[in-house]
């Protein structure tokens, strides 16, 4: 099959979050399953500065009501893969992807409804002749409608699927900020009291939805876990299904990871401890092995559970234990962060930056990684702790619950620690249960750390399971 991903991250070329690291390893997984696989994304400054590249075809013209937009296409093969930019500097040439430090950019809607035309008409331009175009999260959501609206004879058999990894960014904008769309306020259903509700669009318009873990999709299907969006979701969920996202082991492997001190496997684990002592070298903590340290590498937002640990870091800090945060974010978490690393400066480090060397050995250096979240549509983290064997400690949400099994629920199969009660004094609980079997059962967490080596997720199955789904749209 011919299949487009209009995707706004691709790790490698531009990444903030988890959805890069899916732009990245699904599309090169397909590829790998035989498809036809192409990539149409914008722009961005970034991109602009890694690469100089040519343009794909003669500079491109877009109309909407009184409106023009010039534009260009630019294209680079990477790893195998078509890569489309859309270059149109007005909206993608900024310091940032998607706001000003934490202030998001008042045109968000307008920037990403016009690259969702755009990427359409670099289709039609460069006659891509897509089978499926593969949408993910608000970014892109209008494709589905512009594609069913204004998708001329080329697009006929072209089917669109819809990926959610993150329910909670919705894209709700001012239709009247969006000249780009204007022209359609009579026919988009979406639009209430003068606001546009991008993904809600996405749902309405898709084919097809997915999103990243199974128990993701059941929870979008409730009032508590959809982000007010259950009511679509349930008119739509014939449509809907969870796939679980993969691990890519070619990247995350700690026998052969290049950013770690010294490699391991689940047959040698020893090197592990040396990774624990540069890490802790190197974001000054006390250099004990005997201390559990446990690590979080994310975004620092509200979802990432920071309200129920913020709370009970006195309490924990009370015990023999050690933990290092890297993330950017809400300038708010990350001053309470920075003055707490400054008053713990032995027993707790905040390194408050995008760095993915830091993000490799916090995986390989810590005994535990820590995901407390309030939500979370699949998570990654936690399975590259998993193939490190640092064992996660996660809510049982989203896709930790699907990925992370506990002792006490499965003795003989568990890989981490599970908590529920979406409260400080749950995450409090669950932390000191697991800083107990370290201490208690050092036999058994070893054992565990072996098992968690040898979980496998792949994007292979992840592959798999997409596959047959656009093989629902485009039966053979
Ligand atoms: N400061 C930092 N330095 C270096 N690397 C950092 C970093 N902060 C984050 N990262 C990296 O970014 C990725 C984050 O992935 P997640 O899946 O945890 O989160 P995110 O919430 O962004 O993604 C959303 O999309 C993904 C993909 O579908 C879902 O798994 C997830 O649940 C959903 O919220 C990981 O590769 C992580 O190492």
């Given at each position: 099959?011919?299949?487009?991903?209009?995707?706004?991250?691709?790790?490698?070329?531009?990444?903030?979050?988890?959805?890069?690291?899916?732009?990245?390893?699904?599309?090169?997984?397909?590829?790998?399953?035989?498809?036809?696989?192409?990539?149409?994304?914008?722009?961005?400054?970034?991109?602009?500065?890694?690469?100089?590249?040519?343009?794909?075809?003669?500079?491109?013209t877009?109309?909407?009501?009184?409106?023009?937009?010039?534009?260009?296409?630019?294209?680079?093969?990477?790893?195998g893969?078509?890569?489309?930019?859309?270059?149109?500097?007005?909206?993608?040439?900024?310091?940032?992807?998607?706001?000003?430090?934490?202030?998001?950019?008042?045109?968000?809607?307008?920037?990403?409804?016009f690259?969702?035309?755009?990427?359409?008409?670099?289709m039609?331009?460069?006659?891509?002749?897509?089978?499926?175009?593969?949408?993910?999260?608000?970014?892109?959501?209008?494709?589905?409608?512009?594609?069913?609206?204004?998708?001329?004879?080329?697009?006929?058999?072209?089917?669109?699927?819809?990926?959610?990894?993150?329910?909670?960014?919705?894209?709700?904008?001012?239709?009247?900020?969006?000249?780009?769309?204007?022209?359609?306020?009579?026919?988009?259903?979406?639009?209430?009291?003068?606001?546009?509700?991008m993904?809600?669009?996405?749902?309405?318009?898709?084919?097809?939805?997915?999103?990243?873990?199974?128990n993701?999709?059941?929870?979008?299907?409730?009032?508590?876990?959809?982000?007010?969006?259950?009511?679509?979701?349930?008119?739509?969920?014939?449509?809907?299904?969870?796939?679980?996202?993969?691990?890519?082991?070619?990247?995350?492997?700690?026998?052969?990871?290049?950013?770690?001190?010294?490699?391991?496997?689940?047959?040698?684990?020893?090197?592990?401890?040396?990774?624990?002592?540069?890490?802790?070298?190197?974001?000054?903590?006390?250099?004990?092995?005997?201390?559990?340290?446990?690590?979080m590498?994310?975004?620092?937002?509200?979802?990432?559970g920071?309200?129920?640990?913020?709370?009970?870091?006195?309490?924990?800090?009370?015990?023999?234990?050690?933990?290092?945060?890297?993330?950017?974010?809400?300038?708010?978490?990350?001053?309470?962060?920075?003055?707490?690393?400054?008053?713990?400066?032995?027993?707790?480090?905040?390194?408050?930056?995008f760095?993915?060397?830091?993000?490799?050995?916090?995986?390989?250096?810590?005994?535990?990684?820590?995901?407390?979240?309030?939500?979370?549509?699949?998570?990654?983290?936690?399975?590259?702790?998993?193939a490190?064997?640092?064992?996660?400690?996660?809510?049982?949400?989203g896709?930790?619950?699907?990925?992370?099994?506990?002792?006490?629920?499965?003795a003989?199969?568990a890989?981490?620690?599970?908590?529920?009660?979406?409260?400080?004094?749950?995450?409090?609980?669950?932390?000191?249960?697991?800083l107990?079997?370290?201490?208690?059962?050092?036999?058994?967490?070893?054992?565990?750390?072996?098992?968690?080596?040898?979980?496998?997720?792949?994007w292979?199955?992840?592959?798999?399971?997409?596959?047959?789904?656009?093989?629902?749209?485009?039966?053979?």
């Open positions: 099959m011919k299949i487009i991903f209009t995707i706004s991250e691709v790790e490698e070329l531009v990444k903030t979050g988890g959805l890069a690291d899916v732009g990245k390893a699904l599309p090169l997984a397909l590829k790998a399953a035989g498809h036809d696989v192409a990539i149409v994304m914008p722009y961005y400054q970034s991109i602009r500065q890694q690469f100089d590249l040519a343009t794909a075809c003669p500079q491109q877009l109309f909407a009501e009184s409106t023009v937009y010039h534009f260009d296409i630019r294209q680079l093969n990477w790893n893969i078509d890569v489309y930019f859309i270059d149109y500097p007005p909206y993608f040439d900024r310091a940032d992807l998607y706001s000003n430090t934490y202030e998001a950019y008042s045109d968000n809607g307008e920037r990403f409804s690259f969702c035309g755009a990427a359409l008409m670099a039609q331009s460069l006659a891509l002749a897509p089978d499926i175009i593969h949408c993910h999260d608000w970014h892109t959501a209008m494709l589905p409608f512009l594609l069913k609206h204004d998708g001329t004879g080329e697009f006929a058999n072209t089917k669109s699927v819809f990926t959610i990894h993150n329910a909670a960014f919705q894209g709700v904008h001012r239709l009247e900020t969006i000249p780009f769309l204007r022209h359609h306020r009579g026919i988009l259903s979406q639009v209430h009291g003068g606001y546009i509700n993904l809600q669009t996405g749902i309405e318009f898709a084919d097809k939805i997915t999103t990243v873990s199974p993701y999709a059941q929870e979008l299907l409730t009032d508590l876990g959809s982000h007010g969006l259950h009511h679509r979701l349930v008119t739509r969920q014939q449509d809907l299904s969870g796939i679980l996202n993969g691990c890519d082991y070619t990247q995350w492997n700690p026998a052969t990871d290049p950013f770690l001190p010294k490699n391991y496997s689940a047959d040698d684990v020893g090197p592990k401890q040396h990774c624990k002592q540069v890490l802790q070298h190197k974001t000054g903590l006390a250099e004990k092995s005997g201390t559990p340290l446990i690590g590498v994310c975004r620092l937002t509200e979802q990432k920071f309200g129920y640990l913020l709370p009970v870091l006195d309490e924990l800090m009370d015990h023999n234990v050690q933990l290092v945060i890297v993330g950017t974010g809400d300038p708010k978490v990350c001053m309470d962060l920075g003055e707490y690393a400054q008053n713990h400066p032995t027993q707790f480090a905040f390194i408050n930056g760095s993915t060397e830091y993000a490799h050995l916090v995986e390989a250096g810590a005994d535990f990684f820590l995901m407390p979240s309030q939500f979370e549509p699949c998570g990654l983290n936690q399975m590259y702790s998993l490190y064997g640092t064992l996660p400690i996660v809510r049982a949400v896709g930790l619950k699907d990925t992370v099994i506990d002792p006490k629920d499965d003989a199969n890989t981490g620690f599970v908590f529920s009660l979406p409260s400080p004094e749950g995450l409090l609980a669950c932390i000191r249960r697991a107990l079997f370290y201490y208690e059962h050092p036999e058994r967490f070893r054992q565990m750390q072996q098992r968690a080596m040898h979980t496998r997720f792949t292979q199955t992840a592959a798999n399971d997409y596959q047959a789904l656009y093989q629902q749209l485009w039966p053979v």
